[in-house]
């Protein structure tokens, strides 16, 4: 059973690790599909804190929002769903 952890465990690693490549490496119009992710927003900060581009607090602040939105929205919905 723990090999079969420490397999899912290293596939995890290596999903988070993949798509913060494909930030770098995939065109503007293509990487909006990954918005809701939580690797898009951090890879997306560290690429614009090591460009000349400068938007790395709006970068980091926008995905502090939009996650703190998402957890939100999945807690009232444990709520609703612990209710009944």
Known sequence: ???????????????????????????????????????YWTAKTYLAGTSSVGFVLVFGIIGVVLHMMILLFLYHRFLVKTDQ
Request: proline content about 8%; charged content about 20%; cysteine-free.
């Open 1 to 39: 059973m723990m090999k079969i952890i420490q397999l899912i465990r290293g596939d995890m690693k290596q999903i988070r690790r993949d798509s913060m490549l494909a930030v770098y490496f995939i065109p503007l119009p293509w990487q909006l599909f990954g918005v809701f992710t939580p690797t």
